[in-house]
């Protein structure tokens, strides 16, 4: 069998199990079980598959039938240009989340920088690796998401500025910071059943949902955001689609903060910008 014939079987089955972007799927499986770069699997389509390389790309496209995510199959997901592993135990970092890089180096450059749920550690990684002279803090209540985190700093050199601690959201913080970001569970739990199979059977619940209340984590942080955040300093926040009125409305009810909102390249309000 060639790789191309192969390829065709495998679009025909992710296609009959509902997987959405089969062809994309399946080429990106194939380049992997094969070893090859973006460039290298067309001209080399016409070549037989070897019986290793065909048992890999077989489990690969079992694993994705099922709807693993291809992230978790492969272990890594590009982000801001970086690769970083990627597990079952963390959220896998999505394009949409690169607003809250964007709009963070669009300001003013900070010292001390803290990541509330920190999981695969793509933001604050991304961040210290951006500015060589800051110093961050990521913080989680999962011990192996710290680990996928730690693994994430070291391999992409910033390890010795990444400070990682176990805390339940600001529970074991304390000083301030000139930049705080989060990516807190913002879906309802009324709203999981109407998620993707990829997000509901293979992401971390706990980084999803947050409960009845999609909203109770902004909550939260906005009673204890001025005992962390400098005065010139900035929060980020993700949201979720439709919540920059819920959230815009919990900030100015606590203490006069200030709120402004960028959107990300689908036109949705995703970054909550958070500063006196």
């Known amino acids: 069998m060639t790789r191309a014939q192969a390829l065709a079987a495998a679009i025909a089955r992710l296609e009959a199990a509902e997987v959405p972007g089969a062809a994309r799927d399946a080429r ?54 970086r690769a970083f592993d990627i597990t079952p135990d963390v959220l896998d970092p999505r394009p949409e989340t ?12 900070p010292q001390r920088i803290l990541d509330l749920g920190v999981g695969s550690g793509a933001l604050l990684v991304t961040l210290l690796a951006e500015w ?17 985190a730690a693994r994430n700093a070291k391999k992409l050199g910033v390890g010795n500025r990444a400070e990682l601690r ?12 000139d930049l705080i970001l989060c990516n807190p ?6 709203e999981l059943a109407g998620l993707a199979p990829e997000l509901r059977f293979w992401e971390p619940r706990a980084a999803l949902s947050p409960g009845p209340d999609g909203l109770c984590v902004y909550r ?32 100015l009810e606590s203490k006069g903060w200030r709120v402004s909102f960028v959107k990300d390249m689908d036109g949705v309000d995703r970054c909550a910008i958070v500063q006196r």
């Open 220 to 251: 939260y942080l906005s009673v204890n955001l001025e005992l962390h955040l400098t005065q010139s300093g900035r929060a980020l926040f993700e949201l979720g689609r439709g919540q920059a009125a819920g959230v815009q409305e919990i900030y």
């Open 185 to 190: 569970p913002y879906i309802g739990a009324d």
């Open 166 to 177: 176990r805390s339940d959201w600001l529970s074991a913080v304390s000083g301030r910071f």
């Open 28 to 81: 990106l499986l194939l380049r992997a079980a094969a070893g090859l770069g973006a460039a290298q699997l067309t001209p080399r389509l016409g070549a037989p598959i070897g019986t290793s390389e065909a048992q890999v790309f077989e489990a690969f496209i079992a694993a994705r039938c099922a709807r693993q995510p291809v992230s978790q199959i492969l272990g890594e997901r590009i982000f801001w240009g």
């Open 98 to 109: 690169e607003t809250l890089i964007a709009t963070a180096l669009n300001g003013p450059t």
């Open 132 to 148: 060589p002279e800051a110093q961050g803090l990521g913080v989680d209540i999962s011990p192996a998401a710290l680990a996928v």
